[in-house]
T-cell receptor, first 113, second 116 residues
Framework: AQSVSQHNHHVILSEAASLELGCNYSYGGTVNLFWYVQYPGQHLQLLLKYFSGDPLVKGIKGFEAEFIKSKFSFNLRKPSVQWSDTAEYFCAVKTGSARQLTFGSGTQLTVLP | NAGVTQTPKFQVLKTGQSMTLQCAQDMNHNSMYWYRQDPGMGLRLIYYSASEGTTDKGEVPNGYNVSRLNKREFSLRLESAAPSQTSVYFC???????????????FGQGTRLTVV
């Protein structure tokens, strides 16, 4: 069964700091990978997605993620975070013949002004 | 452009009561999903419907039933609510697999359910 691990449960950064959130999945075949963001009190919104091709994927709001197949990872990065990036971030994977997404447990990011 | 609409937004139930959460999407998506979100556990799939007329269990289906009423609507029913079902429930829809790629899911605003 497909599974996703997000090892950072809560990350606290100051504004302008760089961000990297870890995501690892457990499947050796073809994967579709996603990062979603949930701002306080709101629903999940898509940040970026990877299907194939260039392993460096750029999303909205300056976020990017790198697919490293050998490490089964899809880490989310942003060079300089803002207070408005405070939110919960979820990695999700769809693998092989599965017909639905599996989500990680989420990482709460708090950016201090 | 409404996207995915869930009702109600908030609900308090007593243990043993029943209720139905409604979900509708206007994007002509084939697939629809119900997730629950609990602190530290991310989103867990309750049930999904890959296409109109089909439903399948997800990771945590016990205590729930679903109905795919038509292509637009996918409801979630709690027959006898329990405190363990206190959670935030999200409905989502997606086109599903298109040309070998799984298209992203779009989420509703959520229903915050408390069972006392």
């Amino acid at each position: 069964a497909q599974s996703v691990s997000q090892h950072n449960h809560h990350v606290i950064l100051s504004e302008a700091a760089s961000l990297e959130l870890g995501c690892n999945y457990s499947y050796g075949g073809t994967v579709n990978l996603f990062w979603y963001v949930q701002y306080p009190g709101q629903h999940l919104q898509l940040l970026l997605k990877y299907f194939s091709g260039d392993p460096l994927v750029k999303g909205i709001k300056g976020f990017e993620a790198e697919f490293i197949k050998s490490k089964f990872s899809f880490n989310l990065r942003k060079p300089s975070v803002q207070w408005s990036d405070t939110a919960e971030y979820f990695c999700a994977v769809k693998t092989g013949s599965a017909r639905q997404l599996t989500f990680g447990s989420g990482t709460q990011l708090t950016v201090l002004p | 452009n409404a996207g995915v609409t869930q009702t109600p937004k908030f609900q308090v139930l007593k243990t043993g009561q029943s209720m139905t959460l409604q979900c509708a999407q206007d994007m002509n998506h084939n697939s629809m999903y119900w997730y629950r979100q609990d602190p530290g556990m991310g989103l867990r799939l309750i049930y999904y419907s890959a296409s109109e007329g089909t439903t399948d269990k997800g990771e945590v289906p016990n205590g729930y039933n679903v109905s795919r009423l038509n292509k637009r609507e996918f409801s979630l029913r709690l027959e006898s609510a329990a405190p363990s079902q206190t959670s935030v429930y999200f409905c989502a829809s997606s086109e599903g697999n298109v040309g070998g790629r799984y298209t992203e899911a779009f989420f509703g605003q959520g229903t915050r359910l408390t069972v006392v």
